[in-house]
């Protein structure tokens, strides 16, 4: 049998920021496709699609992932992760539905809403065999499915907007292709991990013992075991919410863009948007590598190694946000005529505001992987009710008055209070671990 040794750090990372370096361009690629082919309009009713259906998801995922990578002494079977996950992501289509049927929107509107739904359920359950990966520190097989998946989703999103000349095809497209990559790879890796875990490979080659269940045949299968699932449940409910609340202050100003402005402002806000990602995706890829080593050295109780480890990563998040700030500044008006079309050039000074925003953000989110490997999932909850609270007030006063200008600096003045917040907890954190490590 083949043997899946974990990586180094420096081999995890290389492959998880090659793998989001080309699933990054990839989904730019997507929207670039629809501004070119299409008009703002059309880009703006794709991202709606995406900012109705991603808060549900982003709930009824639970976070699962994370809390298997960071699940050190294996309170849990990959088959109860799974089967939480197939319950949730069932329950996030009806409420999809639900909404979609509720708000009114156009057909062609609501058809597109409820194609990404599908595509984001593919990916979702994608997303619980990654957590299994992602524990084992294999992110090569991480990497290598978003290789496939984002130039995928690209081409069929292209060729269904081409044969259709509507945002729908594109949509279905995007189904098509995440649900290839599931069932075509992400389901053999998982089974590949799990016969790893169960058979051939010493005890300390194991970062997680991932045993069959005694009444299961095949640990690939979900478990529902009531007793278990409630459990886990009630572990990773906060984290829903925390996810949740992170995609709706994420889409809070696509909201009041849309209400205030109509699509094509939103196409432009969203266009700009994307280029925030860039960064984001170096911030991903080392912290996804990162977290279970952080979440070994919070558990071991070594304050010394955590700490170090989480002050290199916050450093990477200052200078990819300083870097994107003096980009957007010196050559902002360039790339977006550039990338998109001129029509867009005209809005620089928004690039700009939305690159400080990112570069908060970047600082926020290393801050975030780190209080998740300490297991502080309670305090997530009020630190980002706080954050889109703060951004939907902001959007409510200054959408109306500044336009789409409006939107960026809400998102910076979100991001400043996330900022402040996380900074608060993860010291909190740290100290709670010296004291700790003091008193034994």
Known sequence: MQQLKPLTLRRNFSWTFTGNLIYAASQWGMLVVLAKLGSPEMVGQFTLGLAVTAPVIMFTNLQLRGIQATDAKGDYVFSDYLGLRLIGTGLALLIIAGITLKAGYRWETSLVILAIALAKAFESISDVFYGLIQQHERMDRIAIALMIKGPLSLLLLGIGVSLTGSVVGGAIGLA???????????????????????????????LVADAEPANSQNPLYPRWEGKTLSKLLWLALPLGFVMML????????????????????????????????????????????????????????????????LLKLVGVGLMLGAGGVFVAVVAGRQILTLLYKPEYAERADLFAWLMVAAGMGYVSSFL?????????????????????????????????????????????????????????????????LRRGSYET
Not at 368 to 375: D, E, F, I, S, V
Not at 380 to 409: D, Y
Not at 413 to 422: R, T
Request: proline fraction near 3%; charged fraction near 15%; glycine fraction near 8%.
């Open 176 to 206: 098509v292709a995440w649900g290839l990559v599931l069932f075509g790879w992400d389901l053999r890796n998982g089974r590949l991990i799990l016969k790893n875990s169960s058979h051939g490979r010493e005890p300390e080659d194991l």
């Open 246 to 309: 992170i995609s709706l202050n994420t889409n809070i100003p696509r909201y009041f863009i849309e209400r205030y402005l109509g699509e094509r402002e939103l196409g432009i806000f969203a266009a700009m948007s994307y280029l925030m990602v860039v960064g984001q995706m170096v911030v991903s890829a080392l912290a996804e590598s990162a977290i279970p080593r952080l979440a070994k050295y919070y558990a071991a109780g070594n304050s010394t190694a955590f700490r170090t480890l």
């Open 368 to 432: 975030g992987y780190g209080m998740t490997a300490a297991r502080y999932f309670l305090v997530l909850m009020p630190l980002f009710a706080l954050a889109t609270g703060t951004s939907a007030i902001a959007c409510l006063w200054l959408i109306p008055t500044q336009g789409v200008r409006g939107a960026a600096i809400a998102l910076v003045i979100s991001a400043l209070v996330q900022l402040v917040f996380s900074l608060g907890v993860t010291y909190q954190a740290i100290y709670k």
